[in-house]
C-alpha cells in the first residue's frame, strides 16, 4: 500500500500512485522493516529534480521495479526540502562511500536506519541488478553487510564531528580569503571553476562587503565581471527574470532550467548591493527583475514564496525557454525577429538541444541609445506574451522557512536601494515603482505567514503548504534565516514586534541547538535522533545553519545592544575561520558576516518623523558599512531601542536627528 497520497509535500505527491509501496519518513516505516527483517530503501529527492523525475518515470513507475522493491525492502521516500537533516546525514554518507553525491539519492540501510550502500540515479537495468544484489547480499552475507553499515556510520560521525581547532576571524583571514577567490577565478568567464557552474552568490556578496572595507578594486571587478556574465547567460532569464539553478557548461550558455528560490533570493541581494554600490545599471535592472520574478512566479497570496519551478515542462527539459530562428519570426515577424535572434543569439544549429538555443544576451542593453532600449523592451515584451502560451513548468508550492527568510531579508535590501535611487527622470520609473510595490507586499505577506504559522509553541517548523504547517522540526538554517529576516523587517518597518519575534528564535537556537565548542549542531537536542546529528559548518546551495545563525545573531545583537548575542556569535564564527582560511569557496557566507563583525557593524539610528524619505536615510542607505543596521522613526518608539532615548536636533517641530555607533564599541 503506497501511504504517500495524504502528504503535503509536493514531491512525495508525485510518487503517491507508484507501484512501488512506499512510505514517508517515520518510526513505523523502520519498525516494519525490522519485523520483516528486510532492509530499508531510502529514496530522496526534491519535486523540481530533473533526474529524480528520470529515475521515476524509469523505475519507481515501473511494474516489475515495483515489485521487486515491495518483495524484498521497506521503501522510504523522502523530501530534502522538508528533510534537510536526513538528507544531511545520508548525503554524507554517499559522499563517503562514492566520493559525489547528488539527487535523487538512493540508500540501502539496515532497519535501525543505518546506511550500507549509497548512490544516486541508477538507470533501470542498473537498478533492478543492484537490488536484486543488495537482497541476496541482505540473505546471504549479512555479517558484511553489518560491518560495512558500522565502518560508513563511523565515516558519517567523524564528517560531523564538532569539537575542532577554532581561531578568530581575523582580517587577515579575510584578506586571505578574498586572495584565493582571486586565484581561483575563471577569469574568461566569471564565477568560480568549471562545469557544472553554480552561481557564486554566497562568495559575490563577501566580495562586495570585502570591496567595501578594503577598497579592493580586484573584488569588486570579480563580483561585477561575474554579475554581469551570469545576467548576460542563459542561466538567467532574459525574458521574466530569475536564475536558473546552474549551467551545465563554464560559461552560463545552458542552464539546467529549475528555478530554485534561495537562489534568486541571495542573487538579489548581490545584485542589489551591487547597484548600490556603484549605482550600475545593468545591476539595477536584474535587481528589479529578480524582485519581480520572485513577486510574480513565486509568490502566493496570502501565503508566503514557492520553493522552485520544476526543471522539466510535460516531462521535457527547457520545453518552455528554448527558442530558434524560427520561432522568433514567428513570434515578431521577420525584421525584429532576425534582430531578436542576433542579440540573444539564437542560431540555426542551436545551443541547446534539436537545433534550438537558450536565450542570452551577446551586448549590452543598458547603457545604449534610448531607441534600442525601446526596442529591446517590446520584443522581450512580445516574446514573454508568446512564451506564456507554451506549457508552464509546474511550480513546488511548499513554503520552507529558511527560504523565505532568505527571500524576505534580500526584498528588504531591494527595497531600501530601490528607494535609494528612485527618480521620476527614469524612463521605467513607473516599472520599478510597480515592482516594489509587488514585492513589498509579498515580502510582508511572507514574514506574517512565517510568524503566524510556522511559529508553534514559540518553536519554528520547516514547511507549509496551503496555510497548513507540516511536522518536521525547523533546523538550525530555519532558525538562523527567519530570524536574520525578522531582523531585516524590523529595521524596515520600524515594528518592535518583529525583533520580539527574532529574539525568540535566537534564545531557541541558543538553547536547543548549541554544540559545546561554541558551534551549533544542525539539529536541536530534542529533536529526532539518526544515525549521526549533522553539523555542518560549510556553505553550499544556501548558507549553512551555523552561517545563517550567526548572521541573525549579529544583526540582532547591532539592533539590540545585548552582547551576549555577538559573543555567541564570535564563539561560532571561531569554528568556521580555520575553514575560511583553505576553502573559501565553501564558506562564503560566514565570511560574509565576518565583514559586518570587522566593521563593527555599525548601528545607524535616524530620529526622523519620515523615515521613508527623509535625506538622512537615503545617506545611511548610500554610505552604510558593511553589515550595519538601520533604524528610522520617531524616537522612543516601543520595541525599538535603536531609537530610545534620542533627540530630535532642533526645538521647533521635529526634524531629524542621528545617531552612528559601532557595535564593536559595546
Not at 413 to 429: H, M, N, Q, T
Amino acid at each position: 500500500m503506497n501511504r504517500l497520497a495524504d502528504a503535503t509535500s509536493p514531491y512525495l505527491l508525485q510518487h503517491a500512485d507508484n507501484p512501488v509501496d512506499w512510505w514517508p519518513w517515520c518510526a513505523e516505516a523502520f519498525a516494519e522493516a525490522k519485523r520483516r527483517d528486510v532492509p530499508v530503501l531510502i529514496s530522496v529527492g526534491y519535486a523540481a529534480c530533473h533526474w529524480c523525475h528520470v529515475m521515476a518515470h524509469e523505475s519507481f513507475e515501473n511494474e516489475q521495479v515495483g515489485a521487486l522493491v515491495n518483495d524484498d525492502f521497506v521503501a522510504i521516500k523522502v523530501d530534502r526540502e522538508e528533510r534537510p537533516d536526513v538528507d544531511a546525514v545520508y548525503m554524507t554518507a554517499t559522499q563517503a562511500m562514492t566520493g559525489q553525491g547528488g539527487w535523487p539519492m538512493t540508500v540501502f540501510a539496515t532497519p535501525d536506519g543505518t546506511p550500507f550502500f549509497c548512490g544516486t540515479y541508477f538507470p533501470r537495468a542498473n537498478f533492478v541488478r543492484l537490488l536484486q544484489s543488495v537482497a541476496t547480499a541482505w540473505r546471504d552475507q549479512r555479517e558484511a553487510v553489518l560491518r560495512q553499515g558500522a565502518a560508513v556510520v563511523e565515516a558519517i560521525g567523524g564528517a560531523q564531528a564538532v569539537g575542532g581547532p577554532t581561531a578568530p576571524l581575523t582580517a587577515e583571514l579575510l584578506d586571505s580569503a578574498a586572495d584565493q577567490l582571486s586565484r581561483e577565478y575563471d577569469a574568461t568567464n566569471g564565477g568560480f571553476g568549471g562545469a557544472p557552474k553554480f552561481p557564486p552568490h554566497m562568495n559575490l556578496l563577501f566580495l562586495l562587503r570585502h570591496h567595501q572595507r578594503t577598497g579592493s578594486a580586484r573584488s569588486l571587478e570579480i563580483a561585477r565581471h561575474t554579475a554581469e556574465a551570469m545576467a548576460r547567460g542563459g542561466i538567467h532569464d532574459q525574458l521574466a527574470g530569475g536564475f536558473a539553478r546552474y549551467s551545465v557548461d563554464a560559461h552560463w550558455t545552458v542552464p539546467h532550467f529549475e528555478k530554485m528560490l534561495y537562489d534568486n533570493a541571495l542573487l538579489l541581494r548581490c545584485y542589489a548591493q551591487l547597484w548600490r554600490l556603484t549605482g550600475d545599471r545593468m545591476a539595477r535592472r536584474v535587481a528589479r527583475d529578480t524582485a519581480r520574478f520572485l513577486a510574480d512566479e513565486l509568490h502566493r497570496a496570502g501565503e508566503g514564496f514557492a520553493s522552485a519551478l520544476d526543471a522539466d515542462t510535460e516531462g521535457v527539459e527547457g520545453l518552455t525557454y528554448a527558442w530558434t530562428p524560427a520561432q522568433l519570426v514567428e513570434a515578431l515577424g521577420e525584421e525584429d525577429g532576425r534582430w531578436a535572434a542576433d542579440l540573444f543569439e539564437v542560431t540555426e544549429k542551436g545551443t541547446f538541444e534539436h537545433g534550438a538555443s537558450v536565450l542570452r544576451l551577446a551586448r549590452d542593453v543598458d547603457d545604449v541609445d534610448p531607441e534600442i532600449r525601446a526596442r529591446w523592451r517590446d520584443v522581450v515584451g512580445r516574446l514573454l506574451v508568446a512564451r506564456d502560451t507554451r506549457p508552464q513548468p509546474a511550480r513546488d508550492d511548499k513554503v520552507v522557512a529558511a527560504w523565505n527568510g532568505l527571500a524576505i531579508t534580500a526584498i528588504a535590501e531591494f527595497l531600501r536601494v530601490a528607494a535609494l535611487y528612485a527618480s521620476p527622470d527614469d524612463e521605467d520609473a513607473n516599472l520599478m515603482e510597480g515592482v516594489t510595490i509587488v514585492a513589498d507586499g509579498a515580502m510582508r505577506d511572507a514574514a506574517e505567514h512565517l510568524a503566524a504559522v510556522h511559529i508553534v509553541d514559540g518553536r519554528l517548523r520547516r514547511a507549509s503548504r496551503d496555510k497548513v504547517v507540516g511536522e518536521p522540526a525547523g533546523v538550525l538554517e530555519d532558525y538562523g534565516c527567519v530570524a536574520e529576516a525578522f531582523c531585516a523587517m524590523h529595521q524596515l518597518t520600524g515594528e518592535g514586534r518583529w525583533l520580539e519575534l527574532a529574539g525568540g528564535l535566537l534564545d531557541v537556537a541558543l538553547a536547543r541547538f548549541a554544540a559545546p565548542d561554541g558551534g551549533f549542531y544542525d539539529t536541536a537536542d530534542d529533536a529526532e535522533q539518526l544515525v549521526a546529528r549533522p553539523a555542518d559548518p560549510t556553505d553550499n546551495a544556501t548558507p549553512s545553519g551555523r552561517s545563517a545563525i550567526v548572521a541573525a545573531l549579529v544583526a540582532y545583537a547591532a539592533l539590540t545592544g545585548e552582547s551576549r548575542y555577538r559573543e555567541a556569535a564570535e564563539a561560532a564564527l571561531a569554528t568556521v575561520a580555520p575553514i575560511v582560511g583553505r576553502h573559501a569557496r565553501f564558506t562564503g557566507y560566514a565570511a560574509t558576516v565576518g565583514e559586518a563583525l570587522l566593521s563593527g557593524p555599525y548601528e545607524i539610528a535616524v530620529a526622523t518623523d519620515d523615515a521613508v524619505g527623509d535625506p538622512l536615510v537615503a545617506a545611511a542607505a548610500r554610505h552604510a558599512p558593511p553589515g550595519a543596521v538601520v533604524v528610522a522613526g520617531r524616537p522612543d518608539q516601543p520595541g525599538v531601542p535603536l531609537l530610545a532615548d534620542r533627540r530630535w536636533s532642533t526645538g521647533g517641530p521635529p526634524r531629524t536627528s542621528a545617531g552612528v555607533s559601532s557595535a564593536s564599541g559595546r
